[in-house]
């Protein structure tokens, strides 16, 4: 049996097709193009026209990848995050799809992202018995999980993704210090119920999926290794040594400068800003010393929800 799950980001669009052969999933395709569905509109609380050709666009390519795996359409699952679940037109945009491609878009909760990308995040990493903060920084809203390799501690989604905060603060080539400053008194602010978490469940590590870590991840194989990861890597450790060096070239280049960052793509060349900048604000914040990372995120998690 087959099975398509589709993650609509704010910022990405993610596919992943598998076959199931008795109790083993077997990957058959993988795709991320980028939308910005989110992009103009996202503070506004709307899905701009453009963005939703642009949405059309990349789904109607994944419509055809689909129907040549043959996947039944009871197996397709298309799950729709803050972009679209914030938006006052995220239902005609949902009936637009329909109408377009023949895909039906399940919007989801944050609580339920959240639930889903723990759940891929164990697929790809091992968590351990202590405490962890699971952390997955969308274009929308950002994902934190305090759990172990068995169970969820706390979790929340907080509308803080990285689209939004580039177009809220990141008004400047490079970014200028005083929109670093007003980021952190904002997070100070917006953050308060996750360090009340973390002062209850003392998390030692952070674990990062997908988007702005794998990006961080490229850019610290290449600086060291100059080559990128092998693709079946799921797992990785990233130095605060690492982490920093990273941090202070993304936030004192300009955008073309960031491009010729070995292991930079244009998906993430604008919000990987505000996103190291988030990644230490926590660090700093929680006094965590030590970052890990795993491709796994929330499609994977769809996957083992999709087959049971």
Not at 42 to 57: C, K, V, W
Not at 231 to 245: G, K, V
Not at 250 to 276: C, N
Request: charged share 20%.
């Amino acid at each position: 049996m087959k099975y398509a799950i589709i993650d609509l980001g704010s910022n990405t669009f993610h596919l992943l097709i598998v076959e199931k052969q008795g109790d083993t999933l077997h990957q058959l395709f993988k795709e991320q193009l980028p939308t910005k569905i989110a992009k103009a509109g996202i503070n506004q609380g709307f899905i701009t026209n453009e963005a939703t050709e642009r949405a059309l666009s990349v789904l109607r390519i994944f419509r055809q990848h689909i129907d040549q795996h043959e996947v039944l359409a009871q197996n397709i699952k298309a799950l729709g995050t803050s972009a679209i679940r914030n938006a006052a037109n995220g239902h005609e945009f949902c009936q637009t799809i329909l109408q377009e491609t023949g895909i039906t878009i399940e919007v989801i909760s944050g609580t339920r992202e959240a639930e889903l990308i723990y759940e891929g995040v164990r697929q790809g990493i091992d968590l351990g018995e202590a405490p962890s903060l699971l952390m997955d920084i969308g274009g929308g809203s950002v994902e934190f999980i305090i759990g172990n390799a068995s169970r969820i501690f706390w979790k929340q989604s907080f509308e803080i993704g990285g689209q939004r905060l580039l177009e809220k603060f990141v008004q400047t080539e490079p970014i200028s210090s005083g929109a670093i400053q007003r980021m952190h008194s904002y997070f100070q602010e917006q953050l308060l119920p996750l360090v009340n978490a973390a002062h209850q469940y003392a998390p030692q590590v952070l674990v990062g999926s997908s988007g702005s870590f794998d990006t961080l991840v490229d850019m610290d194989f290449m600086h060291r290794l100059g080559q990128l990861p092998s693709t079946t890597q799921t797992s990785f450790e990233l130095s605060l040594t690492e982490f920093y060096r990273a941090y202070d070239l993304l936030t004192t280049l300009t955008r073309e400068e960031r491009m010729a960052i070995p292991g930079m793509i244009e998906l993430r060349v604008e919000m990987i800003v505000p996103g190291v900048v988030l990644i230490a604000h926590v660090l700093n914040s929680l006094q965590i010393k030590q970052i890990r990372s795993t491709t796994y995120a929330l499609k994977e998690g769809v996957m083992q929800w999709a087959v049971g």
